[in-house]
């Protein structure tokens, strides 16, 4: 037998043609001798990303340190100059309180801020919700201090601590939505609203974790890790906008920016039984945010805000609707705060809904809705109920093809060779499929299985084949809005509450990842671009926990999951999700008001 090692390659075509008695042709002798070739390519190309992998964790890895150096120091300043019980007694204050003592000098902003940063990395420890603090806070506050009576009541918001979620640009840090690759990023100017606070006389003392990407709403990244739910350490506290939950019901922050694009405000709001608002999309500023998906305009994100109160949210929002806003970013149309429609007594027409198909939500949340409703009733406004209106489209397939519109291109490109997040290993698998495999499953499933909504929920990861069926899509998203407006018009609905989570906090599993199915009753405001705001309204009871695990549902893979979150919810809070018509974030924060009141 001719030895192998000994033949040159074109005699090895000719022992193999001898041997299995097949002529070949130019073309298979081309075919195979391109195998090497692609062999080495092959090796050489895993190599490279081998290579840009074990540079990334470099980076992280000193990026993480220095993070870790700058928190050793602030918390060493702040707990020497302050005590436990001192910095306990100024941030248990309400927003009122401590907005008072504030403008009459009872308390100065640079003990506010040590209180601030004293609780916050107490309860860091465990919680893990700062990614860094805001090493010019202490000037800030300095400088807050040297004003005079008079220039202080022109800062409504003087001497305000506040946190500030990772994504949010401040000049001469690292917005990296928990992606390694934007490490090596600085950003050159600071975010539209974090200017506009700053200049009405907030202090951004600490910025806060997300999860990574901001397309999840769960709590973890490979660069800042997880976050824990202050109410139970097991659980999430939702996302994106993470650390703003967990640092607000910890006690650590009064206020805090977040953002929204499919719940990520309202999730984490609900499960940490703190308040939140989504405005409508463009009456809060967006200007200088980091994101990993950029010009996606069908269904657009807003900056948010989460607070312990509502008091504090309404206050805020009349800054950034004001011209403390406008001054910063010349693209937000002058809407200013509408005074008289917030204080308004006018009995309103309120609408209700307990159930939207097709996730089920918790008996207890549903009872949540519905007392809320009646109690509102009792003070003389109408209360009727209302459900979802009907629509060709599955709205959850349509919000999806939106956010992925590229087919996921812009998400898989970001996170080339970086670690992924449990929280979205199942939809970045989804997203590495080519986008023309993606489109033939897509069809395929859909003339197999035309009635089970899942599959028709996934065949959005597809995106848009082309410009026309992007266009089709944008359309079939204005006339789902336009139904949902029109049939308020139509019952005369001001506003509606509903179910702002289908189940309690999740478990954090990084075997299960998170369930996307828990934002069922967020993405839809976001898809008919309505403003929308969640307010802690009671709380669990063991009659309520052990009825919910009796009666939800347990057909199917999704509501196995989901059922399984509601063992050992006693204590959790339920909220309720109010909803008011585009640009009327006044009437939502009416509404949310008279809630909390009613506690």
């Not at 043609?17 to 195979?32: A, D, P, Q, V």
């Not at 990772?166 to 100017?189: A, D, L, P």
């Not at 806003?325 to 005074?339: G, T």
Request: include cysteine; proline fraction near 5%.
């Amino acid at each position: 037998m001719m030895k192998l090692a000994d033949s040159t390659f074109g005699s090895f075509i000719e022992y193999l043609s001898h041997k299995f008695n097949f002529n070949f042709n130019r073309s298979h002798y081309l075919t195979i001798s391109s195998l090497p070739i692609c062999i080495v390519l092959w090796l050489f190309r895993k190599y490279r990303n081998k290579q840009k992998k074990q540079s990334l964790d470099c980076l992280r890895d000193e990026f993480s340190s220095k993070l870790y150096s700058q928190r050793v120091q602030v918390q060493t300043v702040c707990q020497l100059k302050i005590s436990e019980e001192r910095a306990k007694e100024i941030t248990s204050l309400s927003f009122t309180e401590l907005q008072s003592k504030l403008q009459k000098g009872e308390l100065s902003c640079i003990e506010v801020l040590y209180a601030f940063q004293r609780v916050a990395f107490t309860e860091n420890v465990q919680l893990n919700f700062i990614v860094q603090p805001v090493l010019e806070a202490e000037d800030m506050a300095r400088r807050l201090d040297s004003l005079d009576a008079e220039a202080r009541k022109k800062l409504p918001l003087f001497g305000i601590p506040i946190s500030v979620k990772e994504n949010y640009n401040m000049r001469g840090y690292k917005s990296t939505v928990g992606v390694s690759k934007f490490i090596s990023k600085t950003c050159s100017e600071t975010s539209g609203i974090v200017q506009a606070l700053v200049d009405a006389g907030a202090v951004p003392f600490i910025r806060t974790n997300i999860a990574q990407t901001m397309m999840s709403l769960a709590a973890h990244n490979p660069i800042y890790g997880q976050t824990r739910n202050p109410l139970d350490l097991a659980r999430s506290p939702g996302g994106s906008s993470a650390g703003e939950s967990a640092a607000i019901a910890s006690g650590s922050s009064l206020i805090g920016l977040g953002s929204d694009i499919a719940g990520s405000v309202r999730v984490p709001g609900a499960w940490c039984g703190i308040t939140a608002l989504k405005p409508t999309a463009g009456r809060f500023s967006v200007l200088n945010q980091t994101s990993v998906i950029k010009g996606q305009s069908a269904v657009k994100g807003t900056s948010g805000l989460m607070a312990r109160e509502v008091d504090a949210l309404v206050e805020f929002t009349k800054v950034v609707t004001s011209d403390f806003q406008f001054q910063v970013d010349m693209s937000i149309p002058r809407q200013y705060f509408k005074e008289e429609e917030y204080l308004s007594t006018k009995p309103l027409t309120i609408g209700y809904s307990r159930y939207w198909a097709p996730v089920e939500v918790t008996q207890s949340a549903q009872r949540a809705v519905a007392r809320a409703a009646a109690e509102l009733s009792k003070q003389g406004h109408k209360v009727v109920e209302w459900d979802l209106p009907e629509f060709p489209d599955i709205p959850a397939r349509m919000a999806v093809q939106a956010y992925f519109g590229d087919g996921g291109v812009q998400m898989v490109n970001n996170l080339a060779n970086d670690d992924v997040s449990y929280v979205i290993q199942t939809t970045m698998r989804a997203l590495t499929v080519s986008n023309r495999l993606k489109q033939t499953v897509a069809a395929v499933a859909q003339k197999l299985i035309p009635q089970d909504w899942r599959y028709k929920f996934l065949t959005g990861l597809a995106g848009a084949k082309d410009v026309n069926e992007w266009f089709e899509l944008q359309n079939k998203i204005a006339q789902y809005r336009k139904l949902w407006i029109d049939d308020w018009n139509r019952k005369g609905i001001d506003v509606l509450l509903a179910p702002a989570v289908p189940i309690p906090a999740e478990f954090i599993s990084p075997k299960k990842g998170c369930s996307a199915a828990a934002g069922a009753y967020v993405y839809l405001l976001n898809l008919v671009n309505f403003p929308a705001g969640v307010v802690p309204f009671g709380k669990i009871t063991p009659e309520d926990e052990a009825n919910d695990f009796k009666n939800y549902p347990n057909q199917d893979l999704m509501q196995r999951r989901l059922k399984e979150n509601i063992k050992g919810s006693t204590g959790l809070p339920l909220s309720v999700q109010c909803v008011a018509l585009p640009y009327r974030e006044e009437m939502c924060l009416r509404v949310m008001n008279l809630i909390s009141k009613l506690q």
